[in-house]
């Protein structure tokens, strides 16, 4: 965060500048008209001299328009390349989280950051900050001025002000506190509906809607409540501002008129004219120091952000090359939080076997492929890959080897292709349509009338239909380890059949590791893998080759 600060601290130089100098002008102004006020009538050359002081007020209001519309556009232009920086340092960072910080946050909160908190961030840069180094300078030269005019009225406008003010940090206090209440009501409304909104299903088969009406109904009647109290004080707090303030101005004319006659109506005028004025940039004052906190917790959770480790540069490390395929794992133990997941993993891979993990649900088998391709890091053991230490050589050089189908296909809302090729211009259209054609789904493709060029979208698509995109798209990646979590669980029996002879095919040239319950892949494997308890429980070598 400070570094973007600094890269824009001339700006900040030059907006407070004018800052200040808009503040002087708007302070100075009021003078001419006290000059003119207390113009001594009798003098020879009153034309003259009205004629300067006009001259002089319209100069200062022009300059003062003018250096006012250019502060506006600097600070504007300012704030609005601090949040875009902001932004995109925001977006960068997500995208560069580790696997395991992913897990730390969910969707939405990130969603959340990146608009809502960056937005609040933008408040506490150009309204916060802004208003309150603009106001404070501008009240302090006002009372400043005050004093220079007359130092009895000022210590009377002054006491006026303060008064004035502490009622008004009463109500904005009171305001803030039922606004964070709404808010918080707002946050459970939509965290009700959008739980009841997502599960339609469940309400409609069961019956719920009569009492999601009712929570409904209750949530809106409290927020209604708050509201209606909002709108009181609200209302009430400027009446109380303007009574508090016009017995400010009684006792200074009072003083004025009864108690030291001598002071000038150019003075009276000038100390009016400042409390009046002081109000609005008070007010505007509290509003943005309760504002403050909101800011700062925003900044906070953006700073937590900024500061999560990032993964690791993919191509740091030794390159290694042509990593064939021939693995070892040696008592490697994995977790994600405090308990291990993966306990004393040990095991042999020779290249070009289709080796198979097995075991019951949540055994550890979909965490162990992850670990293969570095997606999470080990907590100890080795894993190594033609005698390479996976952990010492670089990212880049240890994916480029392998392609994988995780459990959940993941589809971009883009055209078929892309969401095929991902990006890799070497693949060709044929290549994709022979795959295609093999196992025997153009049924299933027939439906996109532009072919390839169909925009997909993963909310359209069966879970099977899903399954076959993410086994082409792994299929046409060539490489020397192929890596797939039950790519089959959702596809048809005789479509599974044909993946599976093509599995059977690759397997030929490369390393296949598959992820799988049925009976015909654990049969086809050359080893078999079987997790307990997040651990090794037997290892069923079937042919050969593969025999360690
Ligand atoms: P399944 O057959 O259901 O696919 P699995 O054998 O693939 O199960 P994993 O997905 O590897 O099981 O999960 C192993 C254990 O680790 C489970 O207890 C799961 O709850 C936990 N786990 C998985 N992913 C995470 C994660 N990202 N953060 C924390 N715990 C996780
Ligand atoms: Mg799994």
Known sequence: ????????????????????????????????????????????????????????????????????????????????????????????????????????????????????????????????????????????????????????????????????????????????????????????????????????????????????????????????????????????????????????????????????????????YLVLFYVKECRNPLSEMFDQLEEMQTCLNSLRRINAILNEEDDEDIYVGEDAENLNGDIEFKNVYMNYGKEPVLKDISFVIKKGSKVTIAGRTGVGKSTLTNIFMRLYDI?????????????????????????????????????????????????SDEQILNIIEYIEVKDIFSRFINGLDDIIRGTELSYGELQVISFIRAIVHKANIYIFDEPTSNIDLKTERLIQNLIDKISKRSTVIIVAHRKSTLESSDKIIYLKDGQVDMIVNKKAEALI
């Open 1 to 268: 965060m400070k570094d973007v600060i600094k890269s824009h601290i001339g700006s900040f130089i030059v907006t407070a500048v004018l800052v200040f100098t808009c503040n002087l002008l708007s302070v100075i102004h009021p003078f001419i008209v006290k000059e003119a006020v207390d113009i001594d009538f009798k003098a020879n050359n009153i034309e003259q001299i009205l004629i300067q002081l006009f001259l002089a007020y319209l100069f200062i209001h022009i300059i003062l328009a003018i250096m006012k519309n250019i502060r506006n556009i600097k600070v504007n232009k300012l704030m609005a390349r601090i949040l875009s920086d902001i932004r995109e340092k925001l977006f960068c960072k997500v995208l560069k989280f580790k696997m395991k910080t992913y897990n730390k946050y969910n969707s939405s909160e990130i969603y959340t950051r990146l608009t809502l908190d960056a937005d609040n961030l933008f408040q506490l840069f150009f309204g916060t900050i802004q208003i309150l180094v603009n106001n404070v300078i501008y009240i302090a030269l006002m009372v400043l001025m005050m004093f220079f005019a007359d130092i009895n009225l000022a210590l009377i406008g002054c006491i006026a002000i303060i008064v004035v003010a502490f009622s008004s940090f009463k109500f904005t206090r009171k305001l803030k506190f039922l606004d964070n209440k709404l808010l918080e009501k707002r946050d459970e409304e939509n965290k009700e509906f959008s739980e009841m909104y997502n599960k339609n299903k469940l309400t409609y088969l069961y019956k719920m809607q009569k009492n999601n009406i009712k929570t409904t109904s209750k949530l809106f009647d409290e927020e209604l409540k708050i509201r209606k109290r909002y709108i009181f004080v609200h209302h009430f707090m400027y009446p109380v501002a303007l009574i508090l303030e016009a017995l400010g101005i009684y006792a200074i004319l009072y003083y004025a008129l009864n108690i030291d006659t001598n002071i000038s109506l150019g003075s009276i």
């Open 379 to 427: 907590q100890s053991g080795e894993i190594l890959m033609n005698g390479y230490d996976i952990s010492k050589i670089s990212i880049k050089s240890l994916r480029d080897n392998i392609s994988y189908i995780s459990q959940n296909p993941y589809i971009f809302e883009d055209t078929l292709r892309n969401n095929i090729t991902l990006g890799d211009n070497n693949i």
